[in-house]
Structures are given as C-alpha cells and as structure tokens.
Nanobody
Framework: QVQLVESGGGLVQAGGSLRLSCAAS????????MGWFRQAPGKEREFVSS????????YYADSVKGRFTISRDNAKNTVYLQMNSLKPEDTAVYYC????????????????????WGQGTQVTVSS
C-alpha cells in the first residue's frame, strides 16, 4: 500500500513557476514508477510526465516538454514536478500516481497503468 500526498499548488501569473511535491508513504517507493497527471474542469485526466524507478529516464507530454521537469528523491520518498513558463492552459488539478510497472512499450501515459493516486493539488495560472 502506498499513500501519496501532493503539495505546492497555488495561484501564479502566466510565465511564472511552481514546484509540486508528492510525498509517498511506505518503504518501497523506489519500486514504483511515478507519474504526474492533470485534470481541468470538464476534461479528462491527462498525462503530464513520468519517471522510472531510479529517475534515470523521464517522459513528458508534448504540451509541457521543455517547460516542466520531473525528478525524484528515493531517500525522501518524494517526486517533484518543476513547472516553468506556466500558461493559463496549465490550469488544472495535478495528481501524482504510483505504478508497479507500465504496459509494454508505454511510458506511463495511461491512467489505468497506475495503482495509487494522490488527492490532487490545484494549480491556477492567471493571464
């Protein structure tokens, strides 16, 4: 069992930055792939980024590539999402999630690949 708690959301002007954190409980954090998703009002939850067990590889949605950076600290059981050059269209509730593994050939882009989810943190970008 893994419990995830996100923090770091808030209100920021366009062009600004935020750093989201996701703290995980349990002793096996390093055995999970981690991902970030987001959901805007009236839209489906969408993939933002994922990272492998060790943090050696990371993947990004095209919409955030070059602006967002995912990282993890397995000693602290925490995954981060550094968000720069924020745009109003980045406004959403951001969720972190943990997966025992991804589908063959996948980078963790599917909601169903994840076993545990946090409660989400609101990010609002004003224009």
């Amino acid at each position: 069992q893994v419990q995830l708690v996100e923090s770091g959301g808030g209100l920021v002007q366009a062009g600004g930055s935020l750093r989201l954190s996701c703290a995980a409980s349990g002793r096996s954090f390093s055995n999970y792939y981690m991902g970030w998703f987001r959901q805007a009002p009236g839209k489906e939850r969408e993939f933002v980024s994922s990272i492998t067990y060790s943090g050696a590889s990371a993947y990004y949605a095209d919409s955030v590539k070059g602006r967002f950076t995912i990282s993890r600290d397995n000693a602290k059981n925490t995954v981060y999402l550094q968000m720069n050059s924020l745009k109003p269209e980045d406004t959403a509730v951001y969720y972190c999630a943990a997966a025992r593994g991804f589908y063959s050939g996948s980078y963790g882009t599917y909601v169903k690949e994840y076993d545990y989810w946090g409660q989400g943190t609101q990010v609002t970008v004003s224009s």
